[in-house]
């Protein structure tokens, strides 16, 4: 896809990788609409962003039916037609199962999963008239390897993934392509619990600039998919083929003190942790 003089939409766009998404993309001369709940937020990312194109801020939260069709009615009626949809905006919620809430399972599947399907489906008119066209679900390495402490937003990521693979079959024909990125975590990851895990669980942390680069590159060239590179790759790979691998070296992380120290602070039992992780490489 040629970039320049394209019309994108970003969710999520007022911090972190959004924000370098909207960036990234102004440099390489697309027309953005930022949407993101907090208006200021927003507004600190157009400040950010080359104003050769007339860029808008769209406050909302794309949970809410009603924001979504008013994103589609105000595309329709200024763009016309719709090049680029970036489904970036997502939460994360870090911690043992038995402590996570009614309340937090439905905000993480609403937020990460239901949204975004909702938003391609009210945007997909548009995206026909722009077509060839391309809608670029922004996952996580969580999406392919189910780290225990992340079993809710695990569960959100592979279900993005998901409907990223199926709608990418079912789109094809129409000219409307499907990018998942499937980035690492970011220095803006900016959750206590989540600071707390990335030392004693071996994560890499990278710079949401770099993911943005790496993200636009990929719908230059079309990609299905962009992930990491790094251990991580390879052990996306490793999770496919020899999963019992996977939960061997997961097993050995989650005997890290630092991890214990955090379970407990959860009132989480490391025991049950670890026997619930060993039976879960025979079933």
Known sequence: MQLKGKLAVITGAG????????????RRGLTVALIGRRADALHGTLEMMDQQRNHVALPGDITDPEIRIALKNYIAHWWGRLDV???NAGVLAVGPLASTSDAELERLMKTNVI?????????????HRGAPS??????????DIAYPLFGAYSASKFGLRGLSIALRREFKEFGVGITY?????????ASSNFARLIDPLRMRVDDPAKVARDIWAAVARDADSVYAKGPERLFV???RLFP????RSLEAQMADTRVRAFLMSQNASPTTLEVGLRSSGST
């Open 15 to 26: 911090s972190g990788i959004g924000r370098q998404l909207a960036v990234e993309a102004a």
């Open 85 to 87: 949809l970036v489904n």
């Open 115 to 127: 949204a975004p399907a909702a938003l391609i489906r009210e945007l997909l008119p548009l995206l």
């Open 134 to 143: 391309r809608v670029v679900n922004i996952g996580s390495m969580f999406g």
């Open 181 to 189: 990125a499937a980035p690492r975590a970011t220095k803006t990851d």
């Open 237 to 239: 790979l490793v999770q």
């Open 244 to 247: 019992q691998l996977v939960d």
